[in-house]
């Protein structure tokens, strides 16, 4: 196949392009930079079948020759990036979803949205299954990112319905791997940092939260298996296992060996309480399930940061 992913030189991204390569796609890479990076993709530069464009969907963007599918994982994604981008993260959830849909249909493509489990806010209902609805404040702090998302749904679904696009939704929860950036503010990066650098470990809130983290080669399956569907979604991605913050605090600590303190700072405005997914969806639609433990998962990020100190020294700058 020849597959268009947005966002392709972010985090998830980059690796559904290393994912499609390897099974021997064509890819056309579209990322403006502002939060992607040229080095999460320089190894496939040059490669036989691999496309960089530069370009930012929100304005508009014409692909020539045909693409066979479309994955848009465009959008600043972690709350420090789209707090900084407000209006780019709204615009690349409604313009830039409405150019990725043009796109797929316009050469009867497969499209797939990557939306997120933000879409169910600090959720009322435990674990969250997709037909819950969610509890999102739309005037609240992460609202340009949780509501472009929510928009971003609602936009596939109407291409879907209205105008016979071929496309599907998948609600990523918190996913982790090598490649992210060290400042990104999300939770894993934040602790493996903080402990490979003997800084104290931040947790927001009492750390009683919970979160649920899947490792990236496992939600990068889902997603290329949901690109090779029919299947309309929405389908949650994550992994089921649940952490208290302060007990995944704990687990870095003796992963990497870090004498740091924990240091326990007020919990954000809107800060989810409670996140764990429901996949029965994921395993009888697609056949699958998650397959790495987060304990080998972490292991495998704290061994990326010692290999790449450059990526380490953003943390303290």
Known sequence: MRVLVT??????????????????????CVDDLSTGRNENVSHLIGRPGFEFVDADVSGGLDVSGRLDA???????????????????????GSRGTETALRLAGRDGARFVLASTSEIYGDPEVHPQPEDYWGNVNPVGPRSVYDEAKRFAEALTTAYRSARGVNAGIVRIFNTYGPRMAAGDGRIVTNFVTQALTGR???????????????????????IVAMIDSAEPGPINLGNPEEFEV????ALVLSLTGSASPIEYLPLPADDPTR????????AERLGWKPEIPVTDGVGRVV???????????RATA
């Open 7 to 28: 966002g392709g030189a972010g985090f998830l991204g980059s690796h559904l392009c290393d994912a499609l390569m390897a099974r021997g796609d064509g890819v056309v």
């Open 70 to 92: 479309v994955a848009h994982l465009a959008s600043p994604a972690s709350p420090p990036a789209y707090l900084r981008r407000p209006i780019e993260t709204l615009a690349v």
């Open 200 to 222: 104290p470990l931040t947790v927001y809130g009492d750390g009683r939260q919970t979160r649920s983290f899947c490792y990236v080669d496992d939600l990068i399956r889902g």
């Open 246 to 249: 302060g007990a995944f605090a």
């Open 275 to 282: 996140r764990r997914p429901v996949i029965e969806r994921a």
């Open 303 to 313: 061994q990326w940061f010692r290999s790449h100190p450059d990526e380490l020294s």
